[in-house]
């Protein structure tokens, strides 16, 4: 009897204590940035600290249902779970509230709820359960337009609500692709159109098709093994797509505020008056996010004590840039320490996924890092003003319900899986 009982708790603990982690630290981070006035009431549920008090209350809950149910569940309703996500994210063109331009909310009363947080942890499921099913293979064109289309179906849907943060996780699915063996060329494919489209935005297009034509001539007549005349041509004219492509998207698609981030991010501006103004109204947040950062040195100031953070001189501080508020209270130390964790817990999904029996867990799990890992990787190098900003929040860390609730079950539906190889006699 004893035996059965402990069967119910045979979880990983070192995942749930990293989870831990980072909820409280942030927080006590998120405290720091919303608070008014000398005293605290830590209690104050008017406050975001308060709200988010009661986001975390409520995670409890979730993952009490979460680790309540079979592990199997998940498997056999992957297909429902994203088929009703989906439906969630279209009824936001009914139904959607608009919040900073993005209609990805359903507002009940002073509550929102942000369904594209959720669509992420449906999408891993249904990828996952998409690649184990036993007539498919990752390696055939067929089952590559198959899941393909999964991923791609959610990163239109929150593209078309002004969401591009979100959209851009999505990308990260790749990786758990490869993983499971998908060839190594859409690797080299992604990176050749990534880097022609920024070099077409930062200098003449023209001439970046005619550097890429130079090269594929060059690997043509120099390579032993000589790829087809056809192919080299090919790949000169999908650059010249891509190249005016991107400076038509840029110019005539991307609003002026989104023009006005990329172009700070790639200095395409060369007025330098202008781009002063553009440096004071569009980087902002970035600029007093770095002041913030820079101020806290070692040690930090201390908690409750940075005095930008309790200026406010930081906008959406508790929320996109909650990392600064670590930077100047916590110094490089606090910074170094979250960073850990973060790579600590992402490392330690990796290392669980790798050790599953079924492929269905294992590529969840390859999800569930990569999900977690782009999330924290764009956050950071946007408060550090290494990426454009592009609105994307510090999970489990950053204040909001739906954030801290979709990543909580992206996560637990993980450990859940993982517990049927612990419990395994």
Not at 68 to 82: C, Q, T, V
Not at 115 to 123: G, I, L, Q, R, Y
Not at 289 to 301: D, L
Request: glycine content about 8%; charged content about 15%.
């Amino acid at each position: 009897m004893v035996r059965e009982t402990n069967r119910h708790f045979r979880f990983d603990w070192i995942t749930i204590l990293l989870f831990f982690l980072l909820v409280f630290f942030g927080w006590i981070n998120i405290l720091s940035a919303s608070h008014v006035g000398i005293d605290v009431d830590y209690l104050d549920f008017s406050q975001p600290y308060g709200k988010q008090l009661i986001f975390i209350g409520l995670t409890f809950v979730i993952i009490l249902v979460l680790l309540a149910l079979d592990a199997k569940f998940y498997e056999r309703f992957a297909s429902i779970i994203y088929i009703t996500s989906m439906l969630s994210l279209v009824g936001l063109f009914l139904f959607g509230k608009s919040v900073n331009g993005a209609t990805s909310w359903y507002g009940i009363g002073s509550f929102t709820i942000q369904p594209s947080e959720f669509a992420k942890a449906a999408t891993a499921l249904a990828v996952a359960k998409y690649i184990s099913d036993l007539n498919t293979d990752i390696k055939r064109l067929k089952d590559q337009l198959g899941t393909f289309l999964i991923i791609v179906i959610p990163a239109i849907l929150v593209l078309l609500q002004n969401d591009t943060g979100s959209t851009i996780v999505y990308g990260t699915f790749f990786f758990v692709l490869f993983r499971e063996g998908l060839p190594k060329t859409y690797l080299y494919i992604a990176l050749f159109l990534i880097i022609v489209a920024v070099l077409a935005l930062k200098f003449w297009a023209p001439l970046v098709i005619l550097v890429v034509a130079v090269l594929c001539g060059i690997s043509y007549f120099i390579n032993k093994k000589k790829a087809p005349l056809v192919q080299m041509l090919l790949i000169t004219l999908v650059g010249a797509i891509v190249a005016f492509g991107v400076k038509y998207f840029y110019t005539d698609i991307l609003k002026s505020h989104q023009q006005d981030r990329i172009s700070l991010w790639l200095r395409l501006e060369k007025d330098p008056k202008k781009l002063e103004e553009m440096k004071r109204t569009f980087a902002y947040n970035l600029n007093e996010s770095e002041k913030a950062i820079s101020s806290g040195g070692f040690f930090g100031k201390g908690f409750l004590e940075g005095t930008r953070t309790t200026g406010k001189f930081v906008p959406e501080q508790h929320t996109d840039y909650i990392f600064s508020t670590v930077g100047e209270e916590w110094g490089f130390l606090g910074t170094s320490f979250v960073v850990v964790v973060f790579v600590l817990l992402i490392l330690r999904i990796l290392h669980l996924a790798e050790l599953q029996k079924s492929q269905f867990s294992r590529v969840y799990g390859y999800g569930v890092a990569s999900i977690i890992f782009i999330h924290f990787m764009i956050n950071i190098g946007m408060v550090m003003g290494l990426i454009p900003t592009i609105g994307i929040p510090l999970p489990m860390f950053s204040y909001g319900g739906s954030g801290l609730w979709a990543f909580t079950i992206l996560l637990f539906i993980f450990i859940k899986l993982d517990s049927n190889r612990i419990n395994e006699w």
